[in-house]
């Protein structure tokens, strides 16, 4: 069985019960390197470094009657490699803490009214932005100081959350209007933004 294992935020506290087991059942565990940094007191991994290795990887074992599982930050079924990994393989996903959820309950934001995206390797593009409640998975090229300057330079205005280590000891939560300097202090990040448009 083929597994794809959410591991939450980051901190192992966040790790849920059943995710524990099928990583300490698994016989092969694969993992990202920031990810095994997380897991590895607990279960021997084996690294990777892109999604080609976690295929050749899975091809060369899937007839074998072994579980493997990979092994993906926050909830693999939220911008994660899930989607990926359950259209080419029959694979169970154990889902896990998402660092949206674990931001919306640093922050007692309700996520009903709230839309999440990615500039993960994307584009700046204004047709993403929907709602004037986001949650936005950001990269080093996309991150949030270029983004809060591209917000405003598009117009908007109000307020940015800063996370950066969720769920980490040196965790960081920094506020900003939109258009401030942001100083980066993780790639590990995501931004909340607030819109303030002419009703509020």
Avoid: Q
């Avoid at 993992?31 to 295929?55: F, G, H, N, Q």
């Amino acid at each position: 069985m083929i597994y794809v294992v959410g591991i939450g935020p980051g901190n192992p506290k966040y790790l849920t019960n059943i995710a524990e087991d099928i990583i300490f059942k698994s016989d092969y565990v694969l993992s990202y390197k920031r990810v095994k940094e997380t897991i590895e007191p607990m279960a021997k991994i084996i690294e990777i470094d892109s999604l080609k290795e976690i295929t050749d990887f899975l091809n060369e074992h899937m007839n074998e009657d072994v579980d493997i599982s990979v092994l993906a930050s926050g909830d693999p079924s939220f911008f994660g490699i899930g989607e990926y990994l359950s259209k080419r393989y029959k694979v169970k996903t154990i889902p896990g803490i998402s660092c949206v959820s674990y931001m919306a309950g640093y922050e007692n934001i309700s996520l009903n009214d709230v839309t999440s995206i990615s500039f993960h390797g994307r584009e700046l593009n204004k047709d993403l932005i929907s709602n004037d409640k986001l949650m936005i998975y950001t990269d080093s090229k996309n991150n949030p100081d270029s983004i809060s300057k591209w917000l405003y330079s598009e117009g908007y205005r109000g307020k940015i959350v800063v996370g950066f280590n969720l769920s980490y000891d040196d965790e960081a939560v920094d506020r900003y209007e939109i258009g401030d300097d942001i100083e980066i202090k993780s790639d590990l990040n995501l931004m909340y933004v607030e819109i303030l448009n002419e009703s509020n």
